[in-house]
């Protein structure tokens, strides 16, 4: 049962364009998001973070989005560089575990020139 | 800079060879994590140290095991690799905040190969 879902493997983008990278998640109980960068053979680096009270954080070029309703969160990348190129795990968790990330499959991003 | 250290990067190991894997962090973070990525799939935990106690996932193999035994690091060992094994394998850490959010910072991951 994939509760985190990221159905796009793979996007690609023009230098300088925005990316948009998409999450959908069906456990209501999630309540803290969090996307997370992974370059090949490299662990994850952690990106930018929302918790559900918010509906948007930014943090220089990167802007998350949470809409709990639909439970859909995405990631935005304005603009895009050639070094953004990676892989771009969504994931989520419950408030108060503490301890269980519930990642979705990733999404490649390829940014061009 | 504070980080998570995992050792080696690449382990070659043999079908039925215990192998252990080394976490180190310098974050004095509560909780250290293990997951197990395999290519084109979400990283999936394995299990947790939230200090001393140990958290194991219900679905986890009884082939791996864990040890934590101080603060600073964590090994993950595998008594008996089989070739359904081979995978990269990631620690975390986080602070462990139980009443708010908590974000788990990686390590650069082991590949094991599994021959």
């Known amino acids: 049962d994939q509760q985190v879902k990221q159905n796009s493997p793979s996007l690609s983008v023009q230098e300088g364009r925005i990316s948009i990278l998409n999450c959908d998640y069906t456990?209501?109980?999630?309540?803290?998001f969090l996307w997370y960068k992974k370059y090949p053979a490299e662990g994850p680096t952690f990106l930018i973070s929302?918790?559900?009270?918010?509906d948007k954080n930014e943090d220089g070029r990167f802007t998350v989005f949470l809409n709990k309703s639909a439970k859909h969160l995405s990631l935005h990348i304005v603009p895009s560089q050639p070094g953004d190129s990676a892989v771009y795990f969504c994931a989520a968790s419950e408030i108060g575990t503490a301890s269980k990330l519930t990642f979705g499959t990733g999404t490649r991003l390829q940014v061009t020139l | 800079d504070a980080m998570v250290i995992q050792n080696p990067r690449y382990q070659v190991t043999q079908f039925g060879k215990p192998v252990t894997l080394s976490c180190s962090q310098t974050?004095?973070?509560?909780?250290m994590y293990w997951y197990q990525q395999k290519s084109s799939q979400a990283p999936k935990l394995l299990f947790h140290y939230y200090d001393k106690d140990f958290n194991n996932e219900a679905d986890t193999p009884d082939n791996f095991q864990s040890r934590r035994p101080n603060t600073s690091f964590c090994f993950l060992d595998i008594r008996s690799p089989g070739l359904g094994d081979a995978a990269m394998y990631l620690c975390?850490?986080?602070?462990?905040?139980?009443?708010?959010?908590?974000?788990?910072?990686f390590g650069p991951g082991t590949r094991l190969t599994v021959l």
């Open positions: 975390a850490t986080s602070r462990g905040f139980r009443g708010g959010t908590d974000t788990q910072y």
């Open positions: 929302i918790s559900s009270i918010k």
């Open positions: 456990n209501s109980m999630f309540d803290y």
């Open positions: 974050l004095n973070h509560n909780v």
